[in-house]
């Protein structure tokens, strides 16, 4: 199984900052991998596929990039609503295997 | 509109079973593999189950493999996935979900909560 390893676990911004999260594959999984935001007691949201696909009605704050076995979340100028937990998923093969998240809070 | 609708949740002793089901609406069903992903208390998300869109290929997590099977009806567009030896850490909240074409998960429905607890 391929693993998924997200950093930070925490990350502590305020509103404008950049931030970067990075989501590391234990294999090769070219660029099927996917970034998804969850909120509090919510599903959580497509946000990239394909690695830097940004999906549809989801701001270009939000880009991603990467192959391989690296890959980054970058959020260009952290908004109030962009405070929530963040996960990487790679759909490379079978089984599917996400990223423990990134919770991304206030300073 | 895409919607994607649990049932089916509950409390469950140890070693009991549960049918989740799961209905989809808004795009041709049989067209999409659908994935089960799962959420436990406070924690991260752990994908479970998925099947294709013609219910011929499944793939499951190696925690559920021999204990849930996935299967679909596309003729009422609906999914299940059976749940059986349960386990007080298969407790979670339980998320239906369509695949995109291009790939990634891009729709979930609010999930069915599983407690297994005696």
């Known amino acids: 199984d391929i693993q998924m390893t997200q950093s930070p676990s925490t990350l502590s911004a305020s509103v404008g900052d950049r931030v970067t999260i990075t989501c590391r594959a234990s294999?090769?999984?070219?660029?099927?991998l996917a970034w998804y935001q969850q909120k509090p007691g919510k599903a959580p949201n497509l946000l990239i596929y394909k690695a830097s696909s940004l999906e549809s009605g989801v701001p270009s704050r939000f880009s991603g990039s990467g192959s391989g076995t690296e890959f980054t979340l970058t959020i260009s100028s952290l908004q109030p609503d962009d405070f929530a937990t963040y996960y990487c998923?790679?759909?490379?093969?079978?089984?599917?295997?996400f990223g423990q998240g990134t919770k991304v809070e206030i300073k | 509109e895409v919607q994607v609708l649990e049932s089916g949740g509950g409390l469950i002793q140890p070693g009991g079973s549960l049918r989740l089901s799961c209905a989809a609406s808004g795009f041709t069903f049989s067209s999409y593999t659908i994935h089960w992903v799962r959420q436990a208390p406070g924690r991260g998300l752990e994908w479970v189950s998925a099947i294709s869109g013609g219910g011929d290929i499944t793939f499951y997590a190696d925690s559920v493999k021999g204990r849930f099977t996935i299967s679909r009806d596309n003729s009422k567009n609906t999914l299940s996935l059976q749940l059986n030896s349960l386990r007080a850490e298969d407790t979670a909240l339980y998320y239906c979900?369509?695949?995109?074409?291009?790939?990634?998960?891009?729709?979930w429905g609010q999930g069915t909560l599983v407690t297994v607890s005696s």
């Open positions: 294999h090769s999984i070219s660029s099927w």
């Open positions: 998923q790679q759909y490379n093969s079978y089984p599917y295997t």
């Open positions: 979900a369509k695949e995109a074409s291009p790939g990634g998960i891009d729709s």
